[in-house]
């Protein structure tokens, strides 16, 4: 799988000129160029020129470029790949998947991408990424989460997840009715969990509220804590936090130095465990130390 940065995916629809824009300017990770949600229904067709343009034509930088298709089950996904990926096909790095619910609606991406790659002769392969929004998606989201070596990360897509699930709203409006913890504990482990189990990256879903920066960076860093690689932005307000929680900081940094170190050298001298500042490390701790100097050079803090 394709190493690629992603603690920050900004959405941008697709038929916003304004907001393709922005977005190119920003400092997101990946920005994903939206025909599903975002756009009306009367403008998908004509959403996927301005799309096509923009992927080609803007200086991206060294961001991921995607775009989100319509759902597999639609009248417009079929026509959304084709003529996204014949193009912009050279230049485009991920096709993310809505409303994925079973690995059937992978490989129909994955089969036609094939065949336009091999039909046009593109150098590259194109990722895939999997919104786990609907219940028949969580409810299968290891075998989704194995299902092909195209899908690069699996993304937990709390709104329509919580349409599906029938989740009630009123525990957010009134303090009286609030879930009593993190509504979404279970939902994003599990998807985590399969990520992690398959070598994908894991994504928090988006937060809706762009003006309230503590819950952002609340939701941001519980997914992290967990396991998460990053956060989906709504709004380029939020790119800074996300980038922020989802890298490791100085003190983190030189912790797992130190940690490291003393491994390494505890293994010079015959023994298979060191002590440091009263922490034991062992092999099995110092797993969790390197993953923080990968996620280091990754943000080009090492």
């Avoid at 409006?173 to 070598?199: C, E, F, K, Q, T």
């Amino acid at each position: 799988m394709t190493v690629r940065l992603r603690r920050s995916e900004l959405a941008t629809p697709g038929s916003q000129e304004k907001m393709i824009l922005r977005a190119a300017a920003s400092d997101a990770d990946l920005v994903f160029l939206d025909l599903e949600d975002a756009v009306a229904p009367a403008e998908k067709e004509r959403a996927r020129r301005p799309v096509i343009e923009a992927v080609n034509g803007l200086d991206w930088g060294r961001k991921t470029r995607a775009v989100r298709i319509n759902g597999v089950d639609t009248a417009w996904a079929h026509d959304d790949i084709i003529d996204i990926v014949s193009g912009a096909g050279s230049v485009l790095d991920i096709i993310i998947i809505p409303k994925v619910k079973a690995p059937r609606d992978v490989w129909f991406v994955d089969t036609l991408l094939a065949q336009l790659e091999a039909k046009l002769g593109l150098t590259h392969r194109i990722g895939l990424e999997a919104l786990i929004e609907e219940t028949e998606a969580l409810a299968r989201v290891e075998e989704i989460a194995g299902c092909s070596s195209r899908l690069e990360a699996l993304i937990l897509g709390v709104g329509d997840l919580s349409a599906s699930q029938g989740i009630r709203i009123g525990y957010e409006s009134d303090p009286a009715l609030r879930y009593p913890g993190d509504i979404w504990h279970y939902a994003r482990s599990r998807m985590i969990v399969a990520a992690r189990a398959n070598g994908l990256d894991a994504i928090d879903g988006p937060y809706p509220n762009y003006r309230d920066d503590a819950g952002y960076r609340r939701d941001a860093t519980w997914g992290a804590t967990l396991g998460c690689v990053g956060k989906w932005c709504i709004h380029p307000a939020q790119i800074a936090i996300a980038n922020e929680v989802f890298s490791p900081t100085e003190k983190e940094i030189a912790l797992a130095r130190r940690m490291c170190e003393a491994y390494e050298a505890a293994q010079g001298g015959g023994e298979g465990a060191a002590g440091q500042s009263g922490v034991l490390v062992d092999a099995a701790s110092v797993r969790i130390f390197e993953g923080v100097l990968e996620r280091a050079r990754l943000t080009g803090k090492a």
